[in-house]
Antibody, heavy 125, light 106 residues
Framework: EVQLVQSGAEVRKPGESLKISCKAS????????IGWVRQMPGKGLEWMGI????????RYSPAFQGQVTISADRYVSTAYLQWTSLKASDTAIYYC??????????????????WGQGTAVTVSS | DIQMTQSPSTLSASVGDRVTITCRAS??????LAWYQQKPGKAPKLLIY???SLESGVPSRFSGSGSGTEFTLTISSLQPDDFATYYC????????FGGGTKVEIK
């Protein structure tokens, strides 16, 4: 079964750092890009960025460039989303996602057919 | 960046109704459009990809159409399990979601 399993809920204070994870199974990790989507409380879905673990090629939405770091370790089939200094406005649920089109030389594309269960991040003093 | 505009933002309907949700792209995205369903407290679920292709396991009462900049999701006969929020998404140039349409019980 193809699945993405995310790390558990986190509570942090403003200014703290955080790294959450997403472990893939049931498919060859390096055959697909893997991305992250944010959902703030009561709001819609926002694409943050995506990474190809084969060569660490990473693309960010302009809204999130410089705000987070996406990385991946192909040897443990795991993607990561990292903050160095959290803000209260980072409070949200974060989903990792897998596109349904395999990685090609043309870059990331595809509908997101597999979603992680979500990681709730709460930033509060 | 490509912007996606969904309408309506909220829709009140009854079981058995035919429901249509519209999604407009700020520029042509060919047919690189997906639709998702999200229920409270759950991750979104892919319903339709490439405008009109039904994801495996999705009931046939869901259908999608359109091309270029205008797209629709239709539920032919609304069922109790369909009350949820629906999002469109373009993947012609990176990824952008629409703002969502909440389908409520009338």
């Amino acid at each position: 079964e193809v699945q993405l399993v995310q790390s558990g809920a986190e509570v942090r204070k403003p200014g703290e750092s955080l790294k959450i994870s997403c472990k893939a199974s049931g498919y060859r990790f390096t055959d697909y890009w893997i991305g992250w989507v944010r959902q703030m409380p009561g709001k819609g879905l926002e694409w943050m960025g995506i990474i190809y673990s084969g060569d660490s090629d990473t693309r960010y939405s302009p809204a999130f460039q410089g705000q987070v770091t996406i990385s991946a370790d192909r040897y443990v089939s795991t993607a990561y989303l990292q903050w160095t200094s959290l803000k209260a406005s980072d409070t949200a649920i974060y989903y990792c996602v897998k596109p349904n089109i395999p990685a090609t030389m043309y870059g990331p594309t595809g509908a997101f057919d597999i979603w992680g269960q979500g990681t709730a991040v709460t930033v509060s003093s | 960046d490509i912007q996606m505009t969904q309408s309506p933002s909220t829709l009140s309907a009854s079981v058995g109704d035919r429901v249509t949700i519209t999604c407009r792209a700020s520029q042509s995205i060919d047919d690189w459009l997906a639709w998702y369903q999200q229920k409270p407290g759950k991750a979104p679920k892919l319903l339709i990809y490439k405008t009109s292709s039904l994801e495996s396991g999705v009931p046939s009462r869901f259908s999608g159409s359109g091309s270029g900049t205008e797209f629709t999701l239709t539920i032919s006969s609304l069922q109790p399990d369909d009350f949820a929020t629906y999002y469109c998404q373009q993947y012609n140039s990176y990824f952008t979601f629409g703002g969502g349409t909440k389908v409520e019980i009338k």
